[in-house]
């Protein structure tokens, strides 16, 4: 079985806002993917952002500065 490691986890109410973030992460060479949201917690839109823990607030301040929206973040072992 595979180790659970830590992951900043962000979610999104609306397709597009996930779609702005990664598109926004990869111009601003944030490191990170679309997944499907991890079974314990519920999206909106069914997508959600992995990234690396410790990018969890850069990240979050240069989204909010960018504009897009997001539901939650948290840290999950996933």
């Known amino acids: 079985m595979r180790e659970k490691k ?4 962000i979610t999104f109410s609306t ?3 996930a779609m702005k973030t990664e598109k ?19 999206a909106g839109c069914g ?7 410790q990018e969890m607030d850069q990240l979050l301040q240069n989204m909010s500065a960018a504009g897009i929206h997001w ?6 072992k996933i």
């Open 47 to 53: 997508l959600a952002w992995k990234a690396a823990p």
């Open 15 to 17: 397709t597009a806002e």
């Open 71 to 76: 539901e939650e973040a948290r840290i999950l």
């Open 24 to 42: 926004y992460c990869e111009r601003n060479r944030f490191s990170g993917r679309l997944i499907p949201v991890p079974r314990e917690i519920t």
């Open 6 to 9: 830590e992951a900043l986890i």
